[in-house]
């Protein structure tokens, strides 16, 4: 089975800092997805950016960016020039593929951009 | 274009009591997920309809919750009696097909007291 773990349960940085969330996950899949999905006090569900395991080159979206180490099977998110909009619950998700889009999410992290 | 639309925003009910959630999708969107995600923690995966048709279900409890898809667009969740640990929030999500990006609504936040 697949798990998803995300060790820091809150973080907080200040505004135009940089920060980083971390990953990590088990699975014996070779070929899979992987996500981080920001939810906002409005509680929506937002894909921040998806990575494919297949592909060695990080996923990068804006300020958004993901270091991913498939050996360590580590997927963290790099959040640059951080803005107060950024502040939200953050999940890592893992998706087997061909799997009918059935994520495995993390616990979260609450980030919190401080003025 | 508009999203997955979620109604109520909010619901507060005596235990005990049925409870019903209503669901939109975005138009065209033929896959639809009922997820629940209790606080603190990520989604968790009900049902998932393709179409009409529930294809995974597996996660529902069925003693006290039916979610239905009539026409393969809107869907309703419904949990009768709603018991204390169902206090959460219940999210839904479609996408255009399996295996493509699933846009989520903003969740119905039950409270059962």
């Known amino acids: 089975a697949q798990t998803v773990t995300q060790s820091q349960p809150e973080m907080s940085v200040q505004e135009a800092e940089t920060v980083t969330l971390s990953c990590t996950y088990d699975?014996?899949?070779?070929?899979?997805?992987l996500f981080w999905y920001k939810q906002p006090p409005s509680r929506q569900m937002i894909l921040v950016i998806r990575?494919?395991?297949?592909k060695q080159q990080n996923a990068t979206e804006n300020r958004f960016s993901v270091n991913f180490q498939k050996a360590a099977k580590s997927f963290s998110l790099k959040i640059s020039d951080s803005q107060l909009g950024d502040t939200a619950m953050y999940f890592c998700?893992?998706?087997?593929?061909?799997?009918?889009?059935?994520?495995?999410w993390g616990a979260g992290t609450k980030l919190i951009i401080k003025p | 274009e508009a999203g997955v639309v979620q109604s109520p925003r909010y619901k507060i009910i005596e235990k005990k009591q049925p409870v019903a959630f209503w669901c939109n999708p975005i138009?065209?969107?033929?896959?639809l997920y009922w997820y629940r995600q209790n606080l603190g923690q990520g989604p968790e995966l009900l049902i998932r309809y393709e179409n009409e048709e529930a294809v995974d279900d597996s996660q529902l409890p069925k003693d006290r919750f039916s979610a239905e898809r009539l026409k393969g667009v809107d869907s309703t969740l419904k949990i009768q009696p709603a018991e204390l640990g169902d206090s959460a929030v219940y999210l839904c999500?479609?996408?255009?097909?399996?295996?493509?990006?699933?846009?989520f609504g903003q969740g119905t936040r039950l409270t059962v007291v």
């Open positions: 699975t014996s899949e070779s070929n899979y997805y």
């Open positions: 998700a893992f998706m087997k593929k061909d799997s009918n889009y059935q994520l495995i």
């Open positions: 990575q494919e395991a297949y």
């Open positions: 999500a479609s996408s255009f097909q399996e295996n493509t990006e699933a846009f």
């Open positions: 138009s065209g969107h033929n896959t």
